[in-house]
């Protein structure tokens, strides 16, 4: 009898390795300082708007409590309060203010340079503290609209960036709006978030989901004081963040 050839053992195929996803980011969404117009008016995109004296100390204080980490890169919505605020936390770093239009004022169109005391008579301002996902802005966008491109330019950013710390200077209305889609929040309830003017808001974003780590952090507890009596001269951030639509 001739024996039997002996079987070639068979070596089980390879697992392919695991894709490395990229590294997670963190996201620090910081609000611009305060203006002269804050509280009374919606300013919008409307140029020429500046910080005010109370403004620059609260983008300088800002600035102050970022100065500690390893920023990347900073970013700003392109008009002047934004850009004024991120500059106050870029100089720590030694960076340049990254302009992002994505990430700019909601387009009030019409409304825009509105007294929120008389825009709150409107029927547009039900829908837009009621159901914001309806509201539209005549000749201007829909608060859904804002919430898109908000996110679209953010999660750019996040691409760009993996594995670092960046400084986005975005306004009240956007922000909420990011806090919502992150968060898991329909838009028609954003109106339940507040972001205070000069305040930061993180969230760390990887492959696997969004984690938020700060919210309307302004580093004090001044937005529970009582707010100053209504003949104040100088409208205060905690008056600026009680309001449902950003006054500047």
Not at 123 to 134: F, M
Request: hydrophobic share 40%.
């Amino acid at each position: 009898m001739h024996p039997e050839p002996e079987l070639e053992s068979e070596t089980p195929p390879e697992t392919p390795p695991e894709p490395e996803h990229p590294k997670a980011t963190r996201l620090v969404l910081a609000r611009h300082a305060v203006t002269p117009q804050t509280g009374p008016m919606l300013s919008g995109r409307a140029p020429g708007i500046d910080l005010s004296d109370q403004g620059r100390d609260q983008a300088k204080a800002l600035g102050e409590r970022l100065a500690g980490l390893p920023v990347a890169v900073v970013y700003a919505s392109p008009i002047e309060r934004t850009t004024q605020t991120a500059e106050a936390v870029a100089q720590h770093h030694g960076l340049t203010v990254q302009p992002l239009p994505g990430v700019i004022e909601a387009d009030y169109g019409d409304w825009t340079g509105g007294q929120l005391s008389e825009l709150a008579k409107t029927d547009l301002w039900k829908t837009v503290q009621r159901a914001p996902s309806r509201a539209r802005f005549p000749g201007g966008e829909s608060l859904a609209e804002m919430q898109t491109r908000m996110v679209s330019a953010l999660e750019q950013v996040v691409a760009r960036h993996p594995g670092e710390l960046v400084v986005v200077v975005s306004h009240a209305d956007p922000i909420k709006a990011a806090i919502a889609h992150y968060t898991g929040v329909h838009l028609d309830l954003f109106q339940r978030i507040v972001v205070s003017p000069a305040s930061v808001t993180v969230f760390e974003l990887s492959a696997h989901g969004a984690a938020m780590l700060k919210c309307n952090d302004t580093g004090t507890l001044d937005e529970l004081l009582p707010p100053p009596p209504a003949d104040s001269a100088q409208p205060t951030a905690e008056a600026a963040a009680a309001g449902k639509v950003e006054r500047a």
